[in-house]
T-cell receptor
Framework: GAVVSQHPSWVICKSGTSVKIECRSLDFQATTMFWYRQFPKQSLMLMATSNEGSKATYEQGVEKDKFLINHASLTLSTLTVTSAHPEDSSFYIC????????????FGPGTRLTVL | GQNIDQPTEMTATEGAIVQINCTYQTSGFNGLFWYQQHAGEAPTFLSYNVLDGLEEKGRFSSFLSRSKGYSYLLLKELQMKDSASYLCAPMDSNYQLIWGAGTKLIIKP
């Protein structure tokens, strides 16, 4: 149980285009979903936290107009990187939890984005 | 501020035991997680401690001392597949995980 999927696994795009990444909880309803970014040999960096039906809470320094997050249902959240640039190339990972207290975050397999 | 301190890298021999230490400072505390992350992959859950003491789960054990802001992950009977990064992640008063850079564990035959 507690499986989270991400799609696509990897994507290569041209500079200036937008890329959408989907995160799905397959066998549970996720109250909260988290979006992380990880550059090589660095720690996970939380970008935003989203709850179903409400606006995402972005971390300081993360541009909400550039990284659009939609959490339309209890099993689906999407991250859209708008007007992507080479510096946006990174490993994007989503996670989901079922509740606020204690709960471990179940991670998706990640999406590797390369912007040319 | 919030801070995680783990060794950057450790090396151990197949079949041996290794202990990865973690000290932390957080705004409030709601437990501490250990995750394993293989290169190019997302983290996978290993353990969760919220009370002081040792939690044993197969070859892996995790210890917590809240008063000392200290935890360790103990790996026994090391296997080559245990080569990975190990992330100590305490949860703060807002139930947010605080991530460090992790400890890269290298297992040698």
């Amino acid at each position: 149980g507690a499986v989270v999927s991400q799609h696509p696994s990897w994507v290569i795009c041209k500079s200036g285009t937008s890329v959408k990444i989907e995160c799905r909880s397959l066998d549970f309803q996720a109250t909260t979903m988290f979006w992380y970014r990880q550059f090589p040999k660095q720690s996970l960096m939380l970008m935003a936290t989203s709850n179903e039906g409400s606006k995402a809470t972005y971390e300081q320094g993360v541009e909400k107009d550039k990284f659009l997050i939609n959490h339309a249902s209890l099993t689906l959240s999407t991250l859209t990187v708008t007007s992507a640039h080479p510096e946006d190339s990174s490993f994007y990972i989503c996670s989901a939890s079922v509740g606020r207290e204690n709960n471990e975050q179940f991670f998706g397999p990640g999406t590797r984005l390369t912007v040319l | 501020g919030q801070n995680i301190d783990q060794p950057t890298e450790m090396t151990a021999t197949e079949g041996a035991i290794v202990q990865i230490n973690c000290t932390y400072q957080t705004s409030g505390f709601n437990g501490l997680f250990w995750y394993q992350q293989h290169a190019g992959e997302a983290p996978t859950f290993l353990s969760y401690n919220v009370l002081d003491g040792l939690e044993e789960k197969g070859r892996f054990s995790s210890f917590l001392s809240r008063s000392k802001g200290y935890s360790y992950l103990l790996l026994k009977e090391l296997q080559m597949k245990d080569s990975a990064s190990y992330l100590c992640a305490p949860m703060d008063s807002n139930y947010q995980l605080i991530w460090g850079a992790g400890t890269k564990l290298i297992i040698k035959p």
